[in-house]
């Protein structure tokens, strides 16, 4: 199975909000991996639409149409996982983001009827996982069967991560830290973590002074 990396940044204290990121950086790094797959939660992708696309902008004939591909396409596949639909009518606004090469929806199997038909009528790729929420292991092993990829990378807001790493398929967590410690209330990016007794180990790997004076970690997670 492709690789998969969990990528974000974090103040000391652990918070992924609360502190300034330097955007440049960030990226920078999240390029290095090389990632043909960018998987992103459908929380993060409403928070970006609503903060970054024009509001209202209505679909246009382009938007039911399959996406056009290029020869030597190196930009991301952007795949959503929306089992509940919460992206119905606004997904034109990631297919439309320059450095989006298309859009991949993963549902379940209880998704709406009426997701599903959004979904056809505009060509979206999209892949039946799970029985109500979606079953990454199943809906990564189908992408694997569809496209192919080697890594797969998510920076997601945390709950997302959480899922991956409860049910052991992540690969590689990778840590920007800001020297900095934030109020309590903002939130902590593995809070969502139900392991009970359990740990995950995590090997280390790389760890580097940025510019900016932030550090950068990488680990391996034991399997």
């Known amino acids: 199975m492709p690789k998969v990396i969990i990528h974000n940044q974090v103040s000391l204290d652990g918070a992924i909000a609360g ?29 970006g639409i609503k903060h970054f696309s024009k509001k209202h902008q209505p679909e246009t004939p382009a938007d039911f149409q399959p996406a056009v591909s290029v020869p030597d396409d190196s930009r991301p596949y952007w795949v959503i996982p929306d089992s509940e639909a919460k992206l119905l009518g606004q997904l034109h606004h990631l297919r439309q983001y320059e450095h989006c090469r298309e859009v991949i929806v993963l549902i379940s199997a209880e998704t709406p009827a009426e997701y599903r038909q959004y979904l056809q009528e505009r060509h979206y790729p999209y892949f039946i996982a799970g029985e109500v929420k979606v079953d990454f292991r199943n809906a990564f092993a189908q992408l694997g069967e569809k496209y192919t990829y080697h890594t797969m990378v998510t920076d997601n807001g945390g709950k997302l991560s959480a899922v991956l790493l409860d049910n052991a398929l992540v690969d590689q967590v990778s840590l920007v830290v800001s020297p900095t410690l934030t109020d309590r209330k903002n939130p902590k990016l593995f809070r969502e973590l139900k392991l009970g007794k359990r740990v995950i180990k995590l090997n280390p790997v790389k760890a580097e002074i940025l510019e900016s004076k932030d550090v950068w970690l990488l680990f391996g997670v034991v399997k």
């Open 19 to 47: 502190f300034q990121i330097n955007p440049a950086e960030y990226y920078t790094i999240v390029n290095s991996f090389g990632a043909e797959m960018y998987l992103v939660g459908s929380e993060t992708a409403r928070s």
